[in-house]
């Protein structure tokens, strides 16, 4: 559905972006991929993310107000040694599969630094609040047992705009500080950056 | 307005977040097994003995036994076991470290007993009766066995008598004859015979009855009738090869055990090559008359129970003792001797002063040929 909703918006955006050809619209639309790297034992993952903004009178509308939806699924795997795990000649496999889906709701104010460095280039950044909705199915011992919970956490941003069409073409990173404590994971962050995170963003309106 | 936005959408995050949640794989308990005696089910264990570390191991067998690896995102993973509550006489939840895991069907777990440590300093005698088992997975989620364990105290052994008049002693086995053995004490059951064994000076089980030799006839008394030569001719002598009876219950607990009592006629046994020669005892109070006669090479050892108001005896002996020795010796109520001759000594003698009450009479005939008699008499 997300993604049917951003072919709309990529499609319809010539139209919609020649309609305010004399400023820049103060919607923002932006879908985005990229390499979600945890700080945490979690391994790489990709991410997908939507974005939509609105760019605030506030300070001749450099201040932008974004909310994003992000997805990604890290794994970890290992295995568990314990005394436990063995009665006379027999020993059980303490091997085990993490996976960690998290679903995160955005909630940043962005500064957006037009032309700043050179015409068409616009460096932003920003920080907010997220909502994260962490699913962690851990698989050992021939079972698979699922802890879920929805935390708040934080979120730092930056990254750079160049236009390109309709829109700009961008590149950004994301620090997330997202803990999570199930019994399966312990207390840990499982944010971390989002490397290589690209995506077109759409001026509208 | 956009602030009131901001301030609107922070709220609905606030209230967004909620507390977290586990699911999982909800247990199946079907049975349980005792190692020590695996086709009885569901088990019985036994409140004592046992591994000395551990004490006695049962399987919990069912299906999606779930333990929980646990901080797998910290340095080292971590292990939570199902929990495992035991509900009857009394209620005991198996300590986490004696919880152990072969696979989703099975889970070993050690019980600990009056004599072991399992999974904690203080040894634990569980009351005996019948438990229900539930296991929880680290999930939450359980399944509970109704009357899945039963737990039962130690046999103990008060004595072991043979029932053949022309034995030397009451504690003997005569080897060339067919005889019974009956043993009393407690912890018999007849819906699980025991095993019922010899073991030697070395503690080695020299003979293992057959089980049709073996009937418990009821909770505190067990019979075994020993064919001739249930013994094979080395485990036998003329002077009696000591043994001690030992008694097995399925599950593994034996009398007798650490401080059980022991020695001849509680829990030991002399085995004789054969029983040729019956004394003729005439056992009052305050007087007790022995006579033997036409021994030939004899060796035996006789023991009895003498009841004496009196401080002391005095004892008449007249023997004729042509070969071997014969020694009587008697101790007072209070197990000190007082009286220790040769029946080849004649006459009339006087025992040391003792404490009144039942006193022992023993004689030990080794290799001994002739005639003998004696009686004993209160005396004050």
């Known amino acids: ?205 | 307005m956009p602030l009131r936005l901001l301030l609107a959408g922070a709220a609905a995050f606030a209230m967004a977040a909620c507390s977290r949640h586990i699911d999982g794989p909800r247990p199946a308990l079907t049975t349980t097994v005792n190692e020590a005696d695996p086709l009885r089910t569901p088990a019985t264990v036994c409140n004592a003995q046992g591994d000395p570390a551990q004490g006695w191991i049962i399987h919990l067998i069912g299906d999606r036994f779930s333990p929980l690896p646990t901080g797998t995102l910290g340095k080292s993973a971590g292990l939570l076991m199902p929990f495992v509550m035991l509900s009857g006489p009394e209620q005991f939840q198996v300590p986490d470290a004696a919880v152990f895991f072969l696979d989703k069907t099975r889970l070993p777990v050690f019980l600990p007993t009056r004599d072991s440590s399992a999974g904690g300093p203080a040894p634990r005698a569980l009351i005996p009766g019948s438990y229900d088992v539930s296991v929880t997975n680290p999930n939450g989620r359980s399944a509970q066995l109704a009357a899945g364990l039963a737990v039962v105290p130690p046999p103990t052994i008060k004595s072991v008598q043979g029932q053949f008049l022309a034995a030397p002693s009451s504690a003997a086995v005569c080897n060339d004859q067919a005889q019974a053995l009956v043993v009393t004490g407690s912890g018999f059951r007849a819906s699980a015979p025991p095993t019922f064994s010899f073991l030697d000076a070395g503690g080695s089980v020299a003979l293992t009855l057959p089980p049709a030799w073996v009937s418990v006839d009821s909770a505190t008394v067990i019979s075994a009738s020993l064919p001739p030569g249930a013994f094979a001719p080395a485990q036998a002598s003329g002077t009696g090869t000591q043994y001690t009876a030992q008694v097995t219950n399925p599950e593994g607990c034996k009398a007798p055990y650490g401080t059980d009592p022991r020695g001849l006629g509680v829990t030991d046994v002399k085995v004789f090559t054969q029983c040729r020669f019956q004394p003729e005892i005439r056992n009052n109070p305050d007087s007790f008359e022995f006579q033997v006669t036409g021994v030939q090479n004899g060796s035996a050892t006789f023991l009895y129970t003498w009841q004496n108001s009196g401080p002391r005896a005095t004892v008449d002996q007249s023997s004729s003792l042509a070969g071997g020795s014969v020694t009587l010796t008697i101790k007072d109520a209070a197990g000190n001797l007082v009286y220790s001759n040769s029946l080849g000594q004649n006459g009339t003698f006087l025992t040391a002063v003792g404490s009144p009450g039942a006193w022992t009479i023993q004689l030990d005939f080794v290799n001994a040929s002739g005639t003998f008699n004696f009686r004993a008499q209160k005396s004050g």
Not at chain 1, 24 to 48: D, H, I, M, N, Q
Not at chain 1, 63 to 72: I, P, Q, S
Not at chain 1, 75 to 96: C, E, H, I, M, T
Not at chain 1, 100 to 108: H, I, P, R, T, Y
């Open chain 1, 1 to 205: 559905m997300k993604t049917a909703f951003a072919i709309v918006l990529f499609l319809a955006a010539p139209a919609l972006a020649q309609a305010g050809a004399s400023r820049p619209g103060r919607l923002l639309v932006a879908p985005k991929l990229g390499l979600f790297e945890p700080t945490s034992r979690l391994g790489g993952a990709f991410y997908a993310g939507l974005e939509v903004g609105y760019a605030a009178p506030l300070l001749e509308h450099a201040l932008a107000v974004v909310l994003e939806f992000d997805w990604y699924r890290p794994k970890a795997s290992g295995a568990v040694a314990d005394p436990r795990l063995s009665s006379g000649a027999q020993a059980a496999d303490g091997s085990y599969q993490l996976g960690l889906a998290e679903f995160g709701v955005l909630l940043s104010a962005v500064y957006r630094a037009e032309d700043l460095v050179m015409p068409g280039l616009t460096p932003y950044g920003g920080l907010g609040p997220g909502l994260y909705s962490h699913r962690a199915a851990i698989t050992a011992f021939g079972t698979t047992n699922i802890e879920t919970e929805t935390k708040l956490g934080l979120q730092l941003l930056g990254g750079i705009d160049w236009n390109l069409g309709p829109g700009a073409a961008f590149a950004e990173v994301r620090y997330h500080f997202a803990r999570v404590d199930f019994l399966s994971t312990g207390n840990a962050n499982t944010g971390g950056f989002l490397a290589l995170g690209v995506g077109y963003r759409l001026r509208l309106f």
